[in-house]
């Protein structure tokens, strides 16, 4: 098996597979976004990778490798995933599919692989669909990274919870009504998954009577970074956006 890392954490915590001939597959998480939020271990497997793996708009950037860029040896062999953005979600799922086979492959030969995951590859994580599908015959060990959650409440200088207070997190695709009764029932709350659904989930925060409490981060980290108080975000969010809410906290404005 080739050495991705000299370093290697020992195989707790993380590490499954059954086939000890095969090469080791690392889901790395690269935080939020800004190239150096990367963790030393992430840092130090990316750059020793002798095959690194992504996940890419079909037909488009990857904004995983993009954050990773200078990192990646220049003789890495890469295996791109064309991931493509739509609501039914079989295209995906043949997308990760075809992913899992080519990095299989590599594993087969003794190579190591490293995916690079924007996030935390078990926050909402691309990785865990090829966790999924390669876990069950290969050794993998994740490497957690800074979380989107993390890095907006760090960008907007709002603590989250302290003593007994509890965060809930919620995807915005949750229904009206569902939201409505995690919001009221939780002290803080990170919605994620926003996008086309702000103009929704804005006139439930609204009906709770929580506007005042909410803030809207767009892209933490990066650059065009937006902070803003709900009231004032746009109706066209992009996907790198979420609405943290802290009704314990002092408000914000």
Known sequence: MSGADDGKAPPAGGYLGKNENAGTLFGVGLGPGAPDLITLRAARLIAGAAVVAYPALAGGASLARSIAAGLISATAREIVIDVPMT????????AYDTGAAAIAAELAQGRDVVCLCEGDPFFYGSFMYLFTRLSPRFAVQVVPGVTSVSAAAACAGLPLVARDERLE????TLSDAVLAAAIGAADTVAILKVGRHLPRIRAVVAGLGLTG???YVERATMAGQVIVPLADAPDDAPYFSLILIAKGADPWL
Do not use: D
């Open 87 to 94: 609501p039914a979600r079989a295209p995906a799922q043949a």
């Open 213 to 215: 409490r909410a803030i």
């Open 169 to 172: 997190m919620l995807p915005g």
